[in-house]
């Protein structure tokens, strides 16, 4: 399956900051990534779909203003949490789907504490 | 949009074969069935995929019934490292446009 590596895998903030997290794709070009949120004991919640080229397509309740993504490349794309607060602290993971593919492969997520 | 329904939990003994049954009476003509394993504080693995019948892979077993609105995860033999949540996620739309939406996922404890 397709490899799929995130960066940092944890970082520690102070309320207000920004915080950027990248998603690569490692062996094969991904037109679609996902960003995805997942809080403790939960299940993942679609943030965001990230589209190569073209504008990040936000869930609704998601503020696009305060979760920047860009896509700008066939193998990279980053999450940017604008002015976080305590209440973003999560675990963010992305996701890809390669071209002629209908398989979801995740990175291995990153911890963001936001004190 | 397709919800999916699993267990909450489940335990198993080790050695044991495991069934792990995943609901999805909305699925679409063209959606696929992909299940994932996550353990705590990574991101989840993928297992298995499939559209009908039945798919074997060297890790599990995906048994897909004619109406497609479930699905069974079987994994044989369990062990303690296969101790985490399992999570089936039917994908709707194509390339572009794709609604994905990850239900609550089944908890997996394998006793010694």
């Known amino acids: 399956g397709a490899v799929v590596s995130q960066h940092p895998s944890w970082v520690i903030c102070k309320s207000g900051t920004s915080v950027k997290i990248e998603c690569r794709s490692l062996?094969?070009?991904?037109?679609?990534m996902f960003w995805y949120r997942q809080f403790p004991k939960q299940s993942l919640m679609l943030m965001a779909t990230s589209n190569e080229g073209s504008k990040a397509t936000y869930e609704q309740g998601v503020e696009k203003d305060k979760f920047l993504i860009n896509h700008a490349s066939l193998t990279l794309s980053t999450l940017t949490v604008t002015s976080a607060h305590p209440e973003d602290s999560s675990f963010y993971i992305c996701?890809?789907?390669?071209?002629?593919?209908?398989?979801?492969?995740f990175g291995p997520g990153t911890r963001l504490t936001v004190l | 949009l397709a919800k999916t329904t699993q267990p909450i939990s489940m335990d198993s003994y080790e050695g044991q074969e495991v069934n792990i049954t995943c609901s999805h009476n909305n699925i679409a003509t063209n959606d696929y069935i992909t299940w994932y394993q996550q353990f705590p504080s990574q991101g989840p693995r993928f297992i298995i995929q499939g559209y009908k019948t039945k798919v074997t892979n060297e890790v599990a077993s995906l048994f897909i019934p004619a109406d497609r609105k479930s699905s069974t995860l079987s994994l044989p033999r369990v062990s303690l490292s296969d101790t985490a949540v399992y999570y089936c996620?039917?994908?709707?739309?194509?390339?572009?446009?794709?609604?994905?939406?990850f239900g609550k996922g089944t908890k997996l404890s394998v006793i010694p």
């Open positions: 996620l039917v994908a709707e739309g194509g390339a572009g446009s794709y609604q994905l939406t």
């Open positions: 062996d094969f070009q991904a037109t679609t």
């Open positions: 996701s890809e789907i390669g071209t002629g593919t209908d398989t979801q492969y």
